[in-house]
């Protein structure tokens, strides 16, 4: 299946070289998404000599596979953060992030950025009467944080929907043409971008991180790969979803303006988006945890089901699915790592990253200038929270153990090679051994060991996305065994064929 985002759709790449030999600079950025570029961006501002590293192409990680959308409350509300940490916590948290939105704004101003950044409202709205009280909630919580929040009857979709929480200017933009234009803006003899460039090695002690083209030695270390790769605490700490979108074309024109999003659990999002004169619906729904589907399952049939049922929808255009990565106490982490004294990381977005990104590279890029910033302790990333965090912490952990334990007892599909269906992957039993086998369309098997080079789970076949996930940290593997994201550095090592 094609997996194309929208975004990926709309936009070109930029292109700019792999690295190769040997450079020194004051910051090495691991990962060209909204968090490394927007880093980039402040540090060289800010005199730093910058490289950035990144594995495929700048924004085409899970930045350029969101929905592109900019608002200051929270995918899962804002008033979870008020019940687990109190108002003055929620409102703190909005105010970081609408500071950030405001200050995005000002980068696509100053840069002349043509990622078509809009101001828009968001419209939250209950699809039952049980979820009246969540949006009340919600309403009181951002109200009392001093944003523009109010109760409607008036929401613009062609479905009926009898009210709304509205919260005006919030945002919409191109999220990969905002980061693969400001990586244009930013490249420079003091920053250096460098793409097909993935850090295969870290060495923290030295501070040098290497690609198999070359080696870079730097003061500091930035992970801004959305989950920091290699072994860190905090992963124990964000709990890794997939979640699947898709770009529609309607019979008419009833493109609704605006950010949508309901209040059940899992949520769907709702927004239009305009390329070239041809207009898009894009809907996205149906979470689970990466690598635990159910196989059964068509989670894109399911979007679809939920956007025939409620527009005139004339065709798919693109279908796409993505990673966020949930925290246990509702925050994310940001700052330094917890073992190293020079590397720093930002994690546990949730699927609010475009504004907690940016964020994150402020405070990142404040601490290592020496610059105070306030919303710093907020989100220390090694701050010790277990009263908050225990449930889900516990909750998750739970779950990743049980993992374990259920995968290396279970059974496999196959006992020969050739049981294995064309394009497909499967687990099969060969001479007493496990292993991860994909047989391509013309026949061809590639056997991996389904280890996780992360920390040892038994990875799951995705015939979605054709890959092999691992269901406790989120590592996922190409059909070659290379990674695509998640904390894992190494591949799924290579097997010998046997029959
Ligand atoms: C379906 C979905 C919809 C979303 N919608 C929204 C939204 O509307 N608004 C919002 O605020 N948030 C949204 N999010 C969340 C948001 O997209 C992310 O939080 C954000 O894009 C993360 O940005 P990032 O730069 O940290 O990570 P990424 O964009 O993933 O960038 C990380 C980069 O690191 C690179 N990398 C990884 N490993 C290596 C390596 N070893 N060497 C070199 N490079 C490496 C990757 O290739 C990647 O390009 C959504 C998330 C999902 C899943």
């Not at 700048?58 to 929270?74: H, I």
Request: aromatic share 10%.
């Amino acid at each position: 299946m094609d997996t194309t985002s929208i975004w990926e759709g709309t936009s070109a790449e930029v292109g700019f070289p792999a690295l190769s030999g040997e450079i020194e600079v004051d910051v090495v950025i691991i990962g060209g998404g909204i968090t490394g570029i927007t880093a980039a961006m402040l540090l060289s501002r800010a005199g730093k000599s910058v490289a950035v590293l990144e594995a495929n192409h700048v924004g085409q990680g899970t930045t350029g596979y969101s929905t592109g959308n900019l608002y200051v409350t929270l995918a899962d509300q804002l008033y979870h953060v008020r019940d687990k940490w109190g108002q003055e916590t929620a409102t703190a948290v909005a105010a970081s992030r609408s500071e950030t939105l405001d200050y995005l704004e000002g980068t696509v101003v100053e840069f002349n950025l043509p990622c078509r950044f809009d101001r828009r409202p968001h419209y939250i709205f209950p699809t039952h009467d049980s979820q009246v009280e969540k949006m009340q909630r919600e309403y009181e919580t951002l109200r009392d944080a001093g944003q523009p929040a109010s109760l409607t009857r008036e929401v613009p979709l062609p479905f009926p929907v009898d009210q709304a929480l509205k919260i005006d200017r919030q945002a919409q933009f191109h999220p990969l043409i905002f980061v693969q234009s400001l990586a244009k803006s930013i490249a420079s003899d003091r920053c250096r971008i460098f793409e097909d460039s993935k850090v295969v090695e870290i060495d923290d002690d030295q501070r040098v991180v290497r690609t198999a083209g070359g080696q870079v030695r730097a003061e500091k270390i930035i992970l801004a790969t959305h989950m920091p790769i290699g072994f860190h605490l905090v992963q124990t700490e964000v709990f890794p979803y997939r979640e699947y979108g898709l770009a529609l074309r309607l019979k008419g024109d009833s493109y609704p303006e605006g950010i949508f999003w309901t209040f059940e659990q899992p949520s769907h999002s709702i927004r239009s988006y305009e390329a070239d004169g041809t207009k898009y619906l894009i809907v996205i729904g149906e979470l689970h945890k990466t690598g635990q589907h159910d196989d059964l399952e068509d989670y894109y049939a399911k979007v679809e089901a939920y956007a025939r049922s409620r527009f005139d929808v004339e065709r798919v255009e693109f279908r796409w699915s993505a990673q966020h990565y949930r925290p246990a106490d509702e925050l994310p982490y940001i700052g330094r790592s917890s073992t190293t004294k020079d590397t720093y990381l930002a994690t546990g977005f949730g699927t609010n990253g475009l504004i907690y990104g940016p964020l994150a590279a402020a405070i990142i890029a404040d601490d290592i200038c020496g610059r105070e910033n306030r919303w710093a302790d907020l989100y220390n990333s090694r701050r010790f929270t277990p009263a908050k965090s225990a449930k889900e912490f516990l909750k998750e952990n739970a779950n990743v153990a049980a993992q374990y334990a259920k995968d290396y007892l279970s059974r496999a599909d196959v006992e020969r090679l050739g049981e294995v269906p064309r394009g497909e992957g499967r687990m099969a039993e060969l001479d007493g051994e496990m292993l991860a086998v994909y047989r391509d369309e013309n026949g061809e098997w590639t056997v991996l060991s389904p280890v996780c080079t992360h920390l040892g789970c038994i990875v799951h076949w995705n015939g979605w996305e054709k890959s092999w996930d691992c269901p406790c940290h989120g590592s996922r593997f190409r059909t070659d065994g290379e990674v695509i994201e998640g904390p894992a550095i190494a591949a799924l090592a290579k097997k010998a064929i046997r029959d």
